[in-house]
Nanobody, 118 residues
Framework: QVQLVESGGGLLQAGGSLRLSCAAS????????MAWYRQAPGKQRELVAT?????????VSSVKGRFTISRNNAKNTVFLYLQMNNLKPEDTAVYYC??????????WGQGTQVTVSS
């Protein structure tokens, strides 16, 4: 059974830190690159960071140096994390995890809301 559950969001002031977590259950996740996405109100979903099984990471330019993606692969579940430091109001969005490849997208989780006030 494929399931994505994100957690760890919150409301905080600019300059603060949060650590998001994602539990991705299903064999499709453990064998593929994973990613964090975010969607701000009125905007399209945006790729934020990716992490391969070899722990090779990449980031959108707006979060480089501030966000760190990591993963732990369990038997049938990938635990994906996003450490977010020096948060800015423009980071406000609902954050989701899923595979990096859109060809593998099935369902999405409920996401976790991050709100950064100035």
């Amino acid at each position: 059974q494929v399931q994505l559950v994100e957690s760890g969001g919150g409301l905080l002031q600019a300059g603060g830190s949060l650590r998001l977590s994602c539990a991705a259950s299903g064999s499709i996740f453990s064998s593929n690159a994973m990613a964090w996405y975010r969607q701000a109100p009125g905007k399209q979903r945006e790729l934020v960071a990716t992490c391969t099984n070899s722990r090779v990471t990449s980031y959108v330019s707006s979060v480089k140096g501030r966000f760190t993606i990591s993963r732990n692969n369990a038997k049938n579940t990938v635990f994906l994390y996003l450490q977010m430091n020096n948060l800015k109001p423009e980071d406000t969005a609902v954050y989701y995890c899923n595979t990096e490849s859109r060809l593998l997208w099935g369902s999405w989780g409920q996401g976790t809301q991050v709100t950064v006030s100035s």
